[in-house]
């Protein structure tokens, strides 16, 4: 049976089924009703199959494992240059970690039988859910800017999915999505159900994508022997990686697995850092200006901004912003030490010298840095 939805601000249940709303009446984004754990001591690394990848983790999740490469399970490197250990999540099917929500939330749209998923995307989530939709059969709009990136339109083409290009901006695309997945409601206290025109396979809000960015935090425990570091900088745009790593790591914590959830310190772009204004910091990062070269994160309202913002204060964490320079040249670098990532992922390890520098992590906090998307897509 598919797992049933919740809504941790007003309590309200909704059924699964392929016309569950993709939204609580409330407003809040919906989340599982069910959160699994396994009972008793973890397998050590050396004794875990993990020939089926993140899924591996099963147990942990309330989806069924029906749409997969049996991806995951990403290197965890050490980075000598930064003094930190790099998680490479640009090793994916698709190039980016997106492909960890995908292959969850295709699995769940499998599970409800539905038979067209919709998303809207400008980059590495299309893609994904592209790519994911043509492994299930499952028809797949996607619906883009109107001035998307060549390489990302040409992934979600290829796959067979249908781009829909729409003039305006990026929320503007967001409304068009959502305007052909939602029913008529009879007034604005009930939640939006959805037509069967397409089920809204989105990343910023499907719960079902959080339930696979949490394999994240599950894999770099893993790989530590059951540890947790003493922090992980992340990049947020629409945090599905920052609170996947959240929810992975309090999960552990809750089933006695591990003793901690570590610090978790978010990185965003100068000029589009609501997180960071959020707790206060400077969004411009000390930089004149804005920039554009993290077009991966560059989200000015998140669907989940205040659970980011607990995820911050929960964990002692913070978010800071950074300017167009520091990320050039820290992505600079990371080609020079063989990290052939996307401007994107530059933010966090750029973030991680600038933690360091204004002392919030000390030389000796042991730190773990996901490298988000791969640099051949850009081209
Ligand atoms: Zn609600």
């Not at 999505?177 to 037509?195: L, M, R, S, Y």
Request: charged fraction near 25%; charge should be negative.
């Amino acid at each position: 049976m598919p797992a049933d939805l919740y809504c941790p601000d007003c309590e309200r249940t909704y059924d699964a089924g392929p016309a569950e709303p993709w939204r609580c009446a409330c407003g809040r984004a919906l989340e599982f009703a069910d959160r699994p754990y396994p009972e008793g001591e973890p397998l050590p690394l050396s004794r875990l199959d993990t020939s089926d990848g993140l899924w591996t983790f099963f147990e942990f999740l309330p989806i069924e494992p029906h749409v997969t490469f049996h991806e995951g399970f990403t290197p965890l490197v050490d980075a000598p240059a930064w003094d930190a250990a790099f998680k490479l999540e640009y090793v994916f099917p698709t190039g980016s970690f997106k492909d960890r929500g995908a292959t969850t939330t295709l699995s769940r749209a499998v599970e409800l039988g539905v038979e067209k998923v919709v998303e809207d995307s400008s980059g590495n989530a299309g893609a994904a859910i592209a790519t994911y939709a043509a492994r299930a059969g499952l028809e797949a709009d996607v619906y883009v800017p109107a001035d998307v990136k060549q390489s990302k339109l040409m992934a979600i083409q290829r796959a067979g999915a249908r781009p829909v290009r729409i003039e305006g901006s990026r929320q503007d695309v967001t409304d068009a999505c959502i305007g052909t997945v939602e029913g008529e409601t009879a007034d604005g206290d009930d939640a939006p159900f959805q037509t069967g025109e397409g089920w809204y396979a989105s990343h910023a809000w499907n719960p079902a994508f959080y339930a696979g960015t949490m394999t994240f935090a599950f894999e770099v425990a893993a790989q530590r022997d059951w540890t947790v570091p003493d922090a992980v900088v992340l990049p947020i745009g629409h945090g599905t990686l920052f609170l996947g790593a959240y929810r992975g790591f309090s999960l552990l914590e809750e089933a006695g697995i591990v003793d901690d959830v570590p610090r978790l310190l978010g990185a965003q772009a100068a000029g589009t850092a609501p997180i960071v204004e959020s707790v206060g910091g400077d969004p411009l990062g000390g930089a004149d200006e804005s920039t554009d070269v993290a077009d991966g994160i560059e989200i000015a309202a998140p669907a989940r901004e205040d659970e980011l913002y607990e995820a911050i204060e929960a964990t002692d964490g913070d978010a800071i912003a950074l300017g167009g320079d520091p990320i050039e040249a820290t992505l600079d670098r990371l080609h020079r030490s063989g990290f052939y990532v996307e401007p994107t992922s530059a933010v966090a390890p750029a973030a991680l010298e600038q933690y360091r520098e204004q002392g919030t992590l000390s030389a000796s906090d042991d730190v773990v840095v996901p490298l988000t998307g791969s640099g051949l897509k850009t081209l």
